[in-house]
């Protein structure tokens, strides 16, 4: 391959790196803005600390049970910090960056659904998990060349990877944990705990919005040739329809349901449509974004009210619909919606099935990992905090400092 | 010597303040008051539709002497006033003595309003 194509490549890709690690302050802002000001340092911690020990242990054994050798299909071997392992066409260091970010945006999803009621230390030993064992088995299964790959199923930037997977270790932390002191009344009504800066979160659902230009078109891994700057173009186009059909699909049916168009649905509406369109980023038309994207925004309220009202799953800022619920739609659709291969182009059910049986081990995987982590540590330590520290804000008990002085 | 105190709407206050200081009272306190009644304002977030009962008002303290009580609360009167439910309260009670701290200087003349 010619030196500077490579190059070029190289540069795209750390780039792309650059943005997607953006969305970590992008997250922050965003679950920061949706809970109370009195647990805004423990929320901001957990982001800082779901990047931290990401960055550690993917670097140290995840990369390698990633994209280690393998025999099975299963789980590479673990690296132990040596990259020498690797054969690729670009920079190792590089790459392992990009996986990186990736693998710390799995991670990061999950703080939000179990916001303000968490003993911190034990919000450490999920983060530690997920980046450790959680998000490199099944990126193995898919990215890493596993069983998954073989069958051909098409997850560009990782609906079900990353967003699906954080979203179903959101939902069973939040079920592991209980509701929030005071979010269901005697009647079992739900009742809303408004967060405490809605500025705050549209400015981290923008950085997110941005951080995306970088999440799917980067996933190319490539810029020179014109196949590529062909991909990475269709890529921004299709990701930035389907936000922006997400959110408008979301703005006019609150509009409708509740009389008031709601900010706080639109901004995870935006998210809904980039989580979905993910994973079919390059192999859908642009009609086929905006489709997803829609299909995302509407299907996004009916989850919240269906996990909030109905299963009485206390997600303060939407995690488990938005990253879970959006992200299973999105891999499934590409199975409908993709150019090439997809059923409503005459594909077959062949492609559709792939997609249906891999988001499904996929989630049934996480659902798994998470249920003995979050179950096994409530039993053993108790993962959340007592009420009075509930009360009283863990930003006092837990870290001794407050955001707001 | 008396306080007049007033709830007032917020959307009323920069009208009331303004008027107050072109009458002869030329120091009043004032704060953000939350109140609880029967009026409900209807929130939604989140897709959860919840009445709030919190009313957001303006609180006025005024101190003066008995001659500038009716002049206050006919400005309060006028200016605070949209006709409909809600527009608030003023309360007048008396005050039994005042210090200025700078002077030591005690009784009503302490309060220097103009005239």
């Known amino acids: ?405 | 010597m008396k306080r007049i105190e007033a709830i007032i709407r917020k959307t009323r206050f920069e009208d009331v303040k303004e008027a107050l200081l072109q009458s002869d009272i030329n120091w009043f306190e004032y704060h953000d008051v939350h109140g609880i009644g029967q009026s409900r304002q209807e929130r939604i977030y989140r897709g959860v539709q919840y009445s709030t009962d919190v009313i957001e008002r303006i609180a006025l303290t005024i101190i003066c002497r008995d001659m500038f009580v009716e002049p206050a609360v006919e400005v309060i009167l006028r200016e605070a006033h949209t006709g409909e439910v809600g527009d608030g309260r003023i309360f007048v009670s008396d005050v039994i003595d005042t210090w200025s701290i700078r002077t030591g200087e005690h009784g009503d003349t302490v309060l220097r309003d103009k005239k």
Request: charged fraction near 10%; charge should be negative.
């Open chain 1, 1 to 405: 391959m010619n030196e500077l194509a490579i190059s070029l490549d190289t540069v795209w890709m750390l780039l792309a790196a650059m943005l997607v690690f953006w969305m970590q302050p992008g997250f922050a802002l965003c679950e920061a803005g949706f809970t109370r000001s009195k647990n805004t340092v423990n929320i901001l911690m957990k982001n800082f600390v779901d990047f931290m020990l990401g960055s550690l242990l993917f670097f140290l054994v995840g990369f390698g049970f990633m994209f280690g050798s393998d025999g099975a299909g299963f789980i590479g071997a673990p690296n132990w910090g040596d990259l020498s392992f690797y054969k690729g066409d670009l920079p190792v260091e590089g790459f392992l960056i990009f996986e990186t970010v990736f693998c710390a945006t799995a991670a990061t999803i999950v703080s939000g659904a179990m916001a303000e009621r968490t003993k911190f230390s034990m919000y450490l030993v999920y983060s530690a998990f997920i980046s450790l064992i959680v998000y490199p088995v099944e990126g193995h299964w898919t990215w890493g060349g596993g069983w998954l790959a073989d069958l051909g199923f098409h997850d560009f930037a990782g609906s079900a990877i990353v967003h699906s997977v954080g979203g179903v270790l959101a939902l069973i932390g939040a079920i592991a944990l209980g509701p929030r002191r005071g979010k269901y009344g005697k009647d079992g009504k739900s009742r809303a705990i408004p967060g405490h800066n809605l500025a705050i979160a549209a400015l981290g659902v923008f950085i997110l919005w941005l951080g995306w230009f970088g999440f799917n078109p980067g996933s190319q891994l490539a810029a020179s040739g014109e196949v590529n700057r062909i991909a990475i173009s269709h890529v921004f186009l299709t990701t930035n329809l389907a936000a922006a059909a997400g959110g408008t699909a979301t703005m006019f049916l609150t509009w409708l349901k509740y009389g008031k168009p709601s900010l706080s649905l639109t901004l995870n509406g935006i998210l809904a449509g980039l989580v979905g369109i993910t994973a079919g980023c390059d192999a859908v038309s642009p009609w086929g974004a905006v489709v997803i994207g829609l299909l995302c925004g509407i299907v996004l309220v009916f989850a919240i009210e269906f996990i909030d009202h109905k299963l009485h799953i206390d997600d303060p800022v939407g995690a488990s619909s938005v990253h879970g619920v959006c992200g299973i739609l999105g891999t499934i659709l590409t199975g409908l919606l993709a150019t090439d291969g997809g059923l409503f182009y005459g594909g077959g059910w062949h492609f559709f099935g792939v997609q249906c049986l891999g988001i499904l081990v996929i989630d049934l995987w996480a659902a798994v990992c998470g249920f003995i982590l979050f179950f096994g540590i409530k039993k053993a330590h108790g993962l959340r905090v007592e009420s009075r520290v509930e009360d009283e804000g863990l930003d006092i008990y837990e870290h001794g400092e407050s955001c707001y002085n």
